[in-house]
């Protein structure tokens, strides 16, 4: 069974840049196909979806985080990473990662079949 596990600092200053780590195991990021989402939640709403990599390497973004998003992986490692630039209060929320068999941008749990147990990150000087 798939695993996923968020990494990275959680506390972030403003105008800084987050950076995420999700390492998977239990499956090749690379195998089948199937997308690793990143998703957060701000304090008292609900989640939202902020982007993904595909299996075979293509990159998706939520049109309103693209301009300070950015995806990538290291197969060799079996990780996808985040990293969100020029961030703000606003940016604060639990980060996690997920898989799903679709492209979806929904913020329903059960778009996607495997969680990590997510990540606080706070910004905040």
């Known amino acids: 069974q798939v695993q996923l596990q968020e990494s990275g600092p959680g506390l972030v200053k403003p105008s800084q840049t987050l950076s995420l780590t999700c390492t998977v195991s239990g499956g090749s990021i690379t195998r089948n196909y199937y997308y690793y989402n990143w998703i957060r939640q701000p304090p008292g709403k609900g989640l939202e979806w902020m982007g993904a990599?595909?299996?075979?390497?293509?990159?998706y973004y939520s049109p309103s985080l693209k301009s300070r998003t950015s995806i990538s992986r290291d197969t060799s490692k079996n990780q996808f990473t985040l990293q969100l630039r020029s961030v703000t209060p606003e940016d604060t929320a639990v980060y996690y990662c997920?898989?799903?068999?679709?492209?979806?941008?929904?913020?329903?749990?059960?778009?996607?079949?495997?969680w990590g147990q997510g990540t606080q990150v706070t910004v905040s000087s």
């Open positions: 990599t595909a299996s075979d390497g293509s990159i």
């Open positions: 997920a898989r799903s068999t679709t492209l979806t941008t929904s913020g329903n749990r059960n778009e996607y079949n495997s």
